[in-house]
């Protein structure tokens, strides 16, 4: 089966600039997730969705960051206005369940803020 | 590939050898523990994982040890080699909750 899917893979954008991630979950995964790791910190949780409802967003660090699932399919993250401490590489990953399983990982996105 | 922080502990071991990698755990009500591979480039990925009734497990080179009473975890992986070299993450889980990850090992294996 196809993978998580990202894109970009990379992004170089000016501080100010809006930017949209998209992840393609494994198909039939009604669990999305976005992870970042941020200046080679730890991987830290965003948001989580169960098809195409927000099960918790409790690590979205402010307003400026955005996620969608519509239709419980793909998600995008946008990011509007972009700052220098957004940078990082942002992981989207998917799963069949979510008690118990391991996600599986997309190869992420690596957003450059300058 | 991905840039890592400079202060990511580097465990470094000959080809061959067993490779033990350490992780302490946050929270003591996690009942569902990860070990994550992660490549230059790529997302992390699964390579064993463990419920907090258990102590031990088993795969295919790799083991992973639970200590509750003082919240570590190890991943033993043996016979290590050239392909091994990654950075490793340890993950926990509450339930209801979401994965925290520690702050990841990078594993060099020497030729």
Known sequence: ?114 | GESVGLHLPTLSVQEGDNSIINCAYSNSASDYFIWYKQESGKGPQFIIDIRSNMDKRQGQRVTVLLNKTVKHLSLQIAATQPGDSAVYFCAEKNYGQNFVFGPGTRLSVLP
Request: charged letters at 20%.
């Open chain 1, 1 to 114: 089966e196809a993978g998580v899917t990202q894109f970009p893979s990379h992004s170089v954008i000016e501080k100010g600039q809006t930017v949209t991630l998209r992840c393609d979950p494994i198909s039939g995964h009604d669990n999305l997730y976005w992870y970042r790791r941020v200046m080679g910190k730890e991987i830290k949780f965003l948001l989580h969705f169960v098809k195409e409802s927000k099960q918790d967003e409790s690590g979205m660090p402010n307003n400026r960051f955005l996620a969608e699932r519509t239709g419980g399919t793909y998600s995008t993250l946008k990011v509007q206005p972009a700052e220098l401490e957004d940078s990082g590489v942002y992981f989207c990953a998917s799963s069949q369940m979510d008690i118990g399983y391991g996600y599986t990982f997309g190869s992420g996105t690596r957003l450059t803020v300058v």
